[in-house]
């Protein structure tokens, strides 16, 4: 793997490697730029990659909610309409994205084969190089490493490169994210929506209690810290609700709204075709139908409405 990604900023700073220059430092570390991105990795300051996409962030208030059934449907949905679309398991511990697509025995990258990155990737050159389904490229595979010490785990300096590099050449980006604030941090500055999972029992609702204010104090502080400092703030980015549960009730959807300040953009019930369809093969939303099909649309909508008015 290692003809495909560049020298070390070691190699690039002691004159062997002439396409490379050293640039201002950004956030403290030196940054390399290519003249063109050679293989599948090249180093530019993350804040100023010239963005195509968007990227959207689906995470769970707690467990068993579906939050990864419901990133899969967007992306496969997003595909569907024609969009470019990669699809990335960023839960370190328990990540099982490609299961979901039915990929996880088909060749293909996986986050172990990134961990010598060196700069912002070459999304368009990785995606090729991932398993795909419906469409959609799926970066997965960090459940049999992902226990360790955060301390000793370089994968979050590797993250926000392979983020930025992917929405640089695609039209989406899906996250499938555990409540993970180390990761979500990391990514802070590249996320244009949060969508927070939430159950319908009382516990959930406590959870989300916790996890909805959280996800956006920490975009915040992301946004905030990751601006230039004589540029204007950024936009905040507000998370946005989808309630999992058989049958909500309007005044539960009316009480989430007002108690966590967020949009209930769509209620998602009980879908049993959604295990006959994980049983064959297809992941969530291939066959077009069924409430988490209705609710990928509605946040697909919003998205678009939201980049329309930026």
């Known amino acids: 793997m290692a003809s495909v990604f560049p020298r070390t900023e070691a190699t690039a700073m002691s004159g062997r490697c002439p396409d490379v220059v050293v640039h201002t430092p950004w956030r403290g570390a030196p940054v390399v730029h290519r003249c063109r991105p050679v293989g599948v990795a090249a180093r530019v300051p993350r804040a100023t990659v010239g963005r195509m996409g968007n990227v959207m962030v689906c995470l769970p208030a707690s467990g068993g909610v579906g939050s990864t059934t419901l990133a899969a449907a967007v992306a496969v949905r997003a595909a569907a309409a024609g969009l470019g679309v990669v699809a990335l398991d960023l839960d370190r511990a328990a990540g099982a994205l490609d299961v979901v697509f039915g990929v996880e025995q088909d060749p293909g990258w996986r986050w172990a084969d990134l961990e010598d990155v060196s700069g912002v990737v070459d999304g368009a050159a990785l995606a090729r190089r991932l398993p795909s389904s419906c469409g959609v490229a799926v970066l997965s595979g960090a459940r049999d490493d992902g226990w360790r010490p955060p301390a000793e785990d370089p994968w979050l300096d ?153």
């Open 158 to 310: 590797i993250v926000p490169d392979v983020v930025a590099g992917l929405c640089e050449s695609h039209d989406l980006v899906v996250v499938d994210l555990a409540r993970d604030v180390g990761v979500l941090a990391a990514i802070g500055l590249l996320v244009d929506a949060a969508v927070v999972v939430l159950g319908s029992g009382v516990a959930e609702l406590a959870a989300g209690a916790v996890v909805v204010p959280g996800v956006r104090r920490v975009l915040a502080t992301a946004r905030d810290a990751g601006r230039p400092w004589q540029e204007q703030p950024l936009l905040p980015i507000e998370p946005w609700a989808v309630i999992r549960g058989q049958r909500v009730e309007p005044d539960l959807e009316e009480l989430v709204t007002d108690e966590l300040d967020v949009p209930v953009v769509a209620v998602v019930g009980n879908d049993r075709r959604l295990r006959a369809e994980l049983a064959h093969g297809l992941p969530p939303g291939a066959r077009g139908r069924g409430a988490v099909v209705r609710a990928a649309d509605e946040l697909l909508l919003r998205l678009t409405a939201q980049r329309a008015a930026a």
